[in-house]
């Protein structure tokens, strides 16, 4: 139905940058709001950051607010996260997400996201 595949993760130092890719397949890609969680060993997975259907609206967390931006291309049925100064609070396992609702990839409801992806890792060194 909808597939999510996650790449980009690697190893950094801290104050580097990254960008991790979203690649989706599968129908009414536009129609979805899109977002990135972590999670971190021993953490429970958390909310970084999320896209509305058309870009125009975004959300992050404080903790990655000013550092890391998301941005959609419904034409290639991709979302990207550029991060930035990389700390090594970071490190995690970040997964994309798709929903019809925006509140639910952006963390503020107490619903899973409809379609996830199967990670990749971010590894930050200090």
């Known amino acids: 139905q909808v597939q999510l595949v996650e790449s980009g993760g690697g190893l950094v130092q801290a104050g580097d940058s990254l960008r991790l890719s979203c690649a989706a397949s599968g129908r009414a890609f536009s129609s979805y709001a899109m977002g990135w969680f972590r999670q971190a060993p021993g953490k429970e997975r958390e909310f970084v950051a999320a896209i509305s259907w058309t870009g125009s609206n975004t959300y992050y967390s404080d903790s990655v607010k000013g550092r890391f931006t998301i941005s959609r291309d419904n034409a290639k049925n991709t979302v990207t996260l550029q991060m930035n100064s990389l700390k090594p609070e970071d490190t995690a396992v970040y997964y994309c997400?798709?929903?019809?609702?925006?509140?639910?990839?952006?963390?503020?409801?107490?619903?899973?996201?409809?379609?996830w992806g199967q990670g990749t890792q971010v590894t930050v060194s200090s």
């Open positions: 997400a798709a929903d019809l609702s925006l509140a639910v990839v952006a963390g503020q409801k107490p619903k899973s996201a409809d379609y």
